[in-house]
Structures are given as C-alpha cells and as structure tokens.
T-cell receptor
C-alpha cells in the first residue's frame, strides 16, 4: 500500500518570503500522479498543482512549483512571494495510474503567512 | 454552474440514528468518492465508485453505506454502527479510469456532529 508522509506539522513565514513544504511517499509503482491540495479555513479542498511521475520536468503554477525527485520519492512544494491568502492546510497526495484511481493523503502541513 | 454540491452543510445526529449525506455533481464525471476528515488530520477514504451501480470499500468503510444509482449522485449513509461519526465529510469526483490527467475535485463538505 502507498503511504504519504509530511514531516512538517506547522510552518510559519513572513509575507513575501519563499517557503518549501516537504512530502515523501512510498510506492512500488513506476507510473502515478502526485498532487498538492490547499485547504483554507473554509475547508474547501483546492487543487494547487499536479505532477505526472513520467514527466521529468517539474510542474509550476504561477507562484507554486514542485521539486519532484522520483528516485528519492520526494515531492516538495515551493511557494514564492507568499501572500496572506496562502494561509491554509496543505496536503500532499498520491494516486496510482493503474487500478482504482483514488487519492492517498499525507497528514498535512499547517502554513501561516504573517503580515 | 458546474460543480459538486454537498448537503446539508451542517447536520446533527442523535446516537442510534442513521443519517444520509447528499452529493450531486454535474461535471459528467464517472468516478465519485467519499472522504472523512477528523480535526487536524488528513483525509481517509470511506467508499468510492468508478461507475454507476458499482462501488468499493475504502480504508474506513465500517459503519457506512453508499449507493450509486445515478451517475450524478453518490449519497453516503452514516449508520448507527459507526461508533465515532463526528467529523467533516468530503465528497469528490473525477473523470474516471482511462482519462488523461485524472484529477479529483472536491465539494465543500458536510459537518456531522453526534449529540
């Protein structure tokens, strides 16, 4: 079974700083997807970024980018020029491509952006 | 508007009662999911359905039941057998097996409290 580990329960940075959230995962599969979701206080789960394991290029979405290290099974999220609205829980998640396509989540990192 | 609608947003249940959480999507997605989130925790999969009239147990299915009679609907019943049902429940959907770039999208969630 796949597992996802987020080793930072909480992080806090000043507005406009860059912050990196860590995620590691364990799988024997070679093809899969990785995701970062954001959950603000409203509790809505919002997709931040997605990475296909077969792509070597790291995904980017505006201020959000990932560092995908397949051999190390590491998938960190970098937020540049952080904004107050980035304050939220961030969840790393894994999905197999083959078989039942369901998400396995990490425990989350609570990120606070301070003014 | 396209999306996933969950109702009710807040629900209170007396011990020993069954309650049903509604989830409707108009995204024409094949797959639907139910996740449970406890305070400060990640999401855990309860049930999922990849096609109409078929569904599978997730990691914590005991005390829950579902049906998938229509593509757009995937209601979750929390039965009296669920010993600790107080939690936040998230419904989700995705295009389904065989679709490229599979991503799971979430509804706004339902809070269930046992009183």
């Amino acid at each position: 079974a796949q597992t996802v580990t987020q080793s930072q329960p909480e992080m806090s940075v000043q507005e406009a700083e860059t912050v990196t959230l860590s995620c590691t995962y364990d799988t024997s599969e070679s093809n899969y997807y990785l995701f970062w979701y954001k959950q603000p206080p409203s509790r809505q789960m919002i997709l931040v970024i997605r990475q296909e394991a077969y792509k070597q290029q790291n995904a980017t979405e505006n201020r959000f980018s990932v560092n995908f290290q397949k051999a190390a099974k590491s998938f960190s999220l970098k937020i540049s020029d952080s904004q107050l609205g980035d304050t939220a829980m961030y969840f790393c998640a894994f999905m197999n491509i083959q078989g039942a396509q369901k998400l396995v989540f990490g425990q989350g990192t609570r990120l606070t952006i301070n003014p | 508007d396209g999306g996933i609608t969950q109702s009710p947003k807040y629900l209170f249940r007396k011990e020993g009662q069954n309650v049903t959480l509604s989830c409707e999507q108009n995204l024409n997605h094949d797959a639907m999911y139910w996740y449970r989130q406890d305070p400060g925790q990640g999401l855990r999969l309860i049930y999922y359905s990849q096609i109409v009239n078929d569904f599978q147990k997730g990691d914590i299915a005991e005390g829950y039941s579902v049906s998938r009679e229509k593509k757009e609907s995937f209601p979750l019943t929390v039965t009296s057998a669920q010993k600790n049902p107080t939690a936040f429940y998230l419904c989700a959907s995705s295009p389904g097996q065989g679709n490229s770039g599979n991503t799971i999208y979430f509804g706004e969630g339902s809070w269930l409290t046992v009183v």
